[in-house]
């Protein structure tokens, strides 16, 4: 009765030997900690340096795009419709007029970039025609637009 009693035994632990093996491999992730990749540094002189970027052109250069528009079955822009995109007054704004002399400056921003320019000076394919007391006027061949300097007030501290 032991002879048959004990091939049945041998089975059972080998089966369940087989099941710990299994379940602890199963764990074992959870049980250690990651250990992270080591790169080597890359040495100071080893990397290219980034390729130099041509300027632009200027938006008037694009302007068959918008005689054109690619979109439309026609191929010609939808009467009464603009769509040259945001105008000049509201890319740019106006921060600043300094005035020395018989000269002035105006500084503007478009977003975080700040510029000063003067009269004659070229921003956008626009010309800047005069730098008044509180505007810029512009010129170019599409028209005529004003930048306006717009006063902020300044909050008064308040009183303990």
């Known amino acids: 009765m032991i002879a048959a009693w004990l091939p049945a035994l041998r089975l059972n632990h080998a089966l369940g030997g087989a099941a710990a093996v299994l379940a602890f491999v199963a764990i074992w992730p959870w049980l250690m900690p990651p250990v ?31 005689e054109r528009p690619l ?24 921060v600043g007029i300094v005035s020395s002399g018989g000269k002035r400056k105006a500084f503007i ?12 000076d070229n ?6 025609k005069e ?18 300097l717009s006063r902020t007030t300044v909050p008064e501290p308040a009183k303990p």
């Open 36 to 66: 992270p990749a080591i790169r080597p540094l890359a040495a100071a002189g080893a990397s290219a340096p980034a390729p130099e970027l041509a300027p632009l052109p200027p938006i008037t250069s694009y302007a068959a795009i918008v």
């Open 109 to 120: 921003a478009d977003g975080s970039r700040r510029s000063e320019i003067a009269e004659g």
């Open 123 to 128: 921003l956008d394919g626009w010309t800047v």
């Open 131 to 148: 730098v008044a007391q509180d505007r810029v006027l512009l010129i170019s061949p599409a028209g005529a637009a004003a930048l306006r």
């Open 71 to 94: 979109f439309a079955p026609s191929r010609r822009p939808v009467p009464g419709v603009s769509v040259i995109g945001p105008s000049i007054e509201s890319r740019y704004r106006l």
